[in-house]
């Protein structure tokens, strides 16, 4: 197996809506807010036409993965219900195996609300996520994974903290390499502390944007985050949106250039950038041609509204990145 992969499987309804429907909802543009069920209910009362599918940041990095020809399985908790069932149908028809562990609540959902700069606000409300616990992890097949891969999103329960917990333990302990997406600022808030300890002692490669970079690090600009970056992990890659990215390892950084493209919506670029590195990380390719490779294909999502490209980029990605 490549890559093991641990995730809140949500079913997402993404809107576009303008800066004055943000400020109405009380909202904070451009992040992540976990929500009740009465905060989902006004939400969903406020949308016309959502554009539904399966979801979740890890969700989505895992079927891009998959879909490049790579062999992932899928671990989380959802429903008995047909969210459930509409989750597992969108994610098998792409090539993954999944462990879904079935909860006494209802599936997760994520309403995100996209404004015309491209930028996204999630509602999250996560349901039967929040029960996921470390018996539901595969202890055997993470030692047969190449990589363990989860983001800052699990931290939000306790359940999901003690799983997390033990599957990083295991693959600590037989050298399973361990990569780590921070996943959202607002995570960072929550578990700044956290973040850090296990990003200096446990992480083998770390996936942040600038500004998640900028809360761990404490520095104002992204050239300074980098730098202090190499000095306080083993390798990463940190996201700037349309200004690109930097790739690095204690040795040296490479900054990767945006590839320019006419954008609708941010929504699951991190997603795919993210399945992108770990398409070159399996691969062990260089490390500008893994930033190569995650620029390339977050290229091609942000052209579309919603996180999942509805065509596969597998010949084309090994067209363009041949070892």
């Not at 879909?67 to 992932?72: I, R």
């Not at 090539?95 to 879904?100: A, D, F, I, N, S």
């Not at 929504?267 to 390719?285: N, P, Q, R, V």
Request: glycine share 6%; charged share 25%.
């Amino acid at each position: 197996m490549d890559v093991y992969c641990i995730g809140n499987p949500l079913i997402d309804m993404i809107e576009l809506v303008n800066d004055d429907f943000i400020r109405k909802m009380e909202l904070s543009k451009g992040t992540m807010h976990l929500i009740d069920e009465n905060r989902r209910t006004l939400l969903m009362n406020n949308i016309s036409e959502p554009l539904i599918s399966p979801g979740g940041s890890c969700a989505n990095t895992a079927m891009h993965l998959a879909d490049f020809g790579s062999k992932v399985i899928y671990s989380g908790a959802v429903g008995r219900d047909k969210l459930a069932k509409n989750f597992a149908n969108g994610m098998i028809n792409k090539g993954l195996k999944l462990e879904l562990m079935e909860k006494n609540l209802p599936t997760g959902t994520s309403i995100i609300f996209v404004t015309p700069d491209t930028e996204r606000t999630q509602n999250t409300y996560l349901g039967a996520c929040q029960l996921y616990d470390e018996n539901d992890i595969n202890m055997k097949q993470i030692k047969q994974s190449k990589l363990l891969y989860f983001t800052g999103y699990m931290w939000d329960t306790k359940k999901q903290k003690e799983a997390l917990a033990s599957a990083i333990d295991i693959a600590y302990d037989n050298k399973v390499k361990i990569v780590f997406d921070v996943a959202d600022p607002f995570a960072v808030n929550r578990s700044k502390n956290h973040f850090l300890k296990l990003i200096k002692n446990k992480v083998d490669f770390l996936l942040a944007n600038f500004e998640e970079a900028r809360m761990l690090s404490n520095k104002t600009n992204i050239v300074d985050c980098v730098d202090w970056f190499q000095n306080n992990s083993e390798k990463g890659a940190i996201k700037n949106g349309k200004n690109g990215s930097f790739i690095f390892d204690q040795e040296k950084k490479i900054e990767i250039d945006p590839i320019k493209v006419k954008a609708l919506d941010s929504t699951g670029a991190g997603d795919i950038y993210a399945s992108g590195i770990l398409f070159g990380l399996i691969k062990e390719y260089d490390l500008k041609t893994t930033g190569n490779i995650a620029s390339y294909v977050a290229s091609h999502v942000v052209k579309q509204l919603g996180p999942r490209l509805n065509y596969s980029l597998r010949e084309e990605l090994f067209d363009h990145f041949k070892n």
